[in-house]
């Protein structure tokens, strides 16, 4: 007799059945009832697991079922006695995050784990039982999933929740698939808690965990994430979207038949497809009607286009486009370039003779695999590692590698990577959860390419600022400017996706980020490390933004007498000072006003102007003593200390400043205008050279006006 027929306290409660669309999920209450049972005889799956078995199958077809029985008895026989606060036995909760993983293609450590997700948090089973019995890749996995489980989900514990979550993903990314599963069935299953704290958890699960599954590439359990989420939190919203989703099942959808056009077009093109018509869930639906007011027939659903290989994608792209209107503003091409979270697809829209709109996604059969499991399809990430490591072990048994040292996971996206190195850089939990969110955000990534060949993965809107700490960490407090494809620019410029950048640094150690930083800087790595520099150098900031807005007069002791002569007896010559003639420039001289000769090098724009309007040049040589005045204009970004860098290295020459101005700053630029006495007009080149050195400085030229 089954401990349900002699307990009726212990009998589930009834509960809706799970559905998802298209398609009826397990009924949890009848793997409540076989748990009850207990384990079955050791010749046989146990019938509480015969659906995760039959899926798992259905992804890899010759799968050893043999660990999850094992796995299952343990599970089953820890957590006995045990009862969810809906009333069903505990061992319905990891079955139903399993049987998840499972319609999603995880692999078979994953499901293992997951079977044994709970045991360690919340039975006497210890992490050297579970590694005794399944390995050392089951362990590592649970350690994980149990480091997460160990805080509470409390308002307050929430940011360093999550820290951990980060971390343990960091080493694992089947931790996290693990945890989303989890919050998935919870989230079905929240209906038994208080209003409140449904809630709280599903404001949790729309700001971090959503986007977490938006990130890892698991749309499918994303979508649903969603809906359950907008029924909690805008329950008005959802019942109004649910009305229309009824409503127009009652209608005659139009895109079955677009369906059928859709399949004669590529049968006739010889194009081996699969088209189905996918329904959009609640939150889509919602969206799009906030978009276009009025919804139409073929708003609540897409074509889905499945082919065999990559080019078989561009070929039925190019039937649609040839056979029908296309909507040239809805195409994109995820194949090309993928997303940041490995998604690939061609999108587009047709519109039909009957004057419908289709939107329509063509993908291959292996990237809707991973478009809708993401990192789960991938499989075991560190298979190959995992083999090496065997075979070394045979060879020497004191080599075997421990799991738990730092892996490199080939599934880790960057934005992940990103993550992990700037979560240890924030020992505040209250600036971690400001800057997770604010990463999460974003909604695209991009990629830019570094002077020296490598890349950087940034998100979208990102600048020149996010580029410099993301590739020099700390030390881009010296960075003083960018060039952007070749051409300078401001460290306040967005960059693009497939941008070259090259960042300009200081070795100047008090040099710092201007406060102004900030309002530039997209990426929490950039904006935490600004914010240290700041709140540490609270003068530092104050020379920063003072040093960089302050117009600045330096006048000099001495004026400087010409050292030119004219071939006109007894007139004066004066250099002009639009070009600034030096010895041993070429020169030519023109009688002004006054009968004064004024002197130009020969390239000088006046020079033609002078000669257009009739007036006669006068000869000039330079006489025998080198000594000349020059006026030179720097171009640098603002930094502390610049203008002091700047006449120290002209003093190191020899040369006396006249006079020197400092513009305000246009975009972080600043322009430097020097009057100079030297003594040797033949130094001139070496002082110009001694001028672009100082950092910061990327322009010296003679002025011109």
């Known amino acids: ?67 999850l029985r094992r796995a299952y008895v343990l599970a089953e026989s820890s957590h006995r006695g045990q009862m969810r606060k809906s009333g069903e036995p505990y061992i319905t909760h990891p079955l139903a995050v399993t049987l998840i993983l499972a319609e999603l293609g995880a692999e078979t450590t994953t499901l293992t784990a997951s079977l044994l997700h709970d045991t360690v948090e919340d039975t006497e089973v210890t992490l050297d039982q579970v590694r005794e019995e399944f390995g050392d890749e089951v362990c590592f996995i649970v350690d994980g999933v149990t480091k997460v489980e160990k805080i509470d989900y409390g308002a307050a514990a929430e940011p360093e929740t999550f820290r951990k979550m980060l971390v343990a993903t960091g080493n694992d990314v089947r931790v996290m698939s693990i945890k989303l599963a989890d919050r998935l069935h919870n989230m079905r299953t929240l209906g038994v808690m208080r209003p409140d704290k449904q809630a709280r958890i599903a404001k949790v699960t729309r700001d971090v965990l959503i986007p977490l599954a938006e990130r890892l590439g698991v749309q499918a359990l994303k979508t649903e994430l969603e809906d359950l989420v907008f029924a909690i939190l805008h329950p008005e919203e959802y019942e109004h979207t649910r009305a229309l989703i009824a409503a127009h099942a009652g209608e005659r959808d139009p895109l079955p038949a677009v369906a059928d056009s859709v399949r004669a077009v590529l049968r006739d093109a010889g194009i081996a497809a699969e088209v189905v018509v996918r329904p959009r869930h609640f939150v889509s639906v919602h969206r799009i009607a906030l978009q276009r007011g009025e919804l139409r027939g073929s708003d609540f659903g897409r074509l889905l286009i499945l082919v065999g290989e990559n080019a078989d994608c561009y070929g039925v792209l190019g039937e649609l486009h040839t056979c029908f209107t296309p909507v040239i503003s809805e195409f994109k091409d995820f194949i090309a370039v993928p997303k940041f979270n490995l998604y690939q697809s061609l999108h587009t829209a047709v519109a039909t003779p009957g004057g419908h709109v289709a939107e329509v996604i063509v993908r291959t059969r292996q990237m809707h695999r991973v478009a809708e499991a993401g990192v789960v399809a991938l499989g075991n990430p560190y298979a190959t590692a995992a083999a090496s490591a065997t075979a070394t072990a045979t060879a020497s048994p004191d080599a075997c590698a421990d799991p738990y040292e730092e892996r490199v996971d080939p599934t880790r996206p960057g934005w992940l990577s990103r993550l992990l190195d700037w979560q240890q850089s924030s020992p505040d939990p209250d600036t971690f959860w400001s800057v997770l969110r604010a990463e999460l955000a974003q909604d695209r990534e991009i990629t830019v390419f570094r002077a020296d060949g490598g890349t950087l993965g940034l998100p979208g809107g990102a600048s020149c600022i996010d580029a410099a700490y993301a590739q020099y960490g700390e030390a881009a407090h010296g960075c003083i400017g960018a060039r952007v494809n070749g051409r ?23 040099s710092g980020p201007a406060a102004d930083w900030l309002e530039h800087a997209r990426t929490p ?77 020969v390239q000088c724009a006046a020079v033609a102007q002078m000669r257009s309007v009739g007036r006669t040049s006068v000869a000039v040589h330079w006489r025998a003593t080198a000594d000349c005045r020059v006026t030179l204009l720097a171009e640098s970004f603002g930094r502390p200390h610049l203008l002091a860098d700047l006449t120290e290295a002209i003093a190191r020459e020899g040369v006396e400043v006249v006079s020197a101005t400092v513009e305000p700053p246009v975009e972080q630029r600043v322009r430097h205008t020097y009057t100079l006495q030297l003594p040797d007009a033949t130094g001139l080149p070496a002082l110009m050279r001694a001028m672009r050195d100082v950092p910061g400085v990327y322009d010296v030229r003679r002025a011109e006006r």
Do not use: K
Request: glycine share 8%; with cysteine; aromatic share 2%.
């Open 1 to 67: 007799m089954s401990a349900e027929a002699t307990n009726p306290e212990a009998r589930p409660e009834a509960r809706p059945e799970l559905r998802r669309r298209g398609r009826t999920r397990l009924d949890l209450r009848r793997l409540g009832r076989a748990a009850l049972l207990g384990p079955t005889s050791r010749d046989r799956l146990p019938d509480a697991i015969g659906h995760v078995a039959e899926a798992h199958r259905a992804h890899h077809p010759d799968a050893d079922l043999s660990i």
């Open 488 to 510: 300078l620019t401001s460290l306040a410029s967005r960059l693009s996706d497939g941008d070259t950048v090259q960042l300009l640094l200081t070795h100047d150690a008090s």
């Open 525 to 601: 790595a950039a904006r935490i490390a600004i914010s240290s520099w700041l709140e540490s150098h609270p003068d530092g900031a104050a020379a920063t933004t003072t040093a960089a807005r302050a117009p600045l007069s330096v006048v000099g002791a001495r004026g400087g007498g010409g050292n030119a002569v004219a071939d006109l007896p007894d007139a004066p010559v004066r250099l002009a000072g639009c070009c600034t003639p030096v010895p041993p420039d070429a020169v030519e001289g023109f009688v002004v006003r006054g009968g004064a000769v004024t002197v130009h090098r």
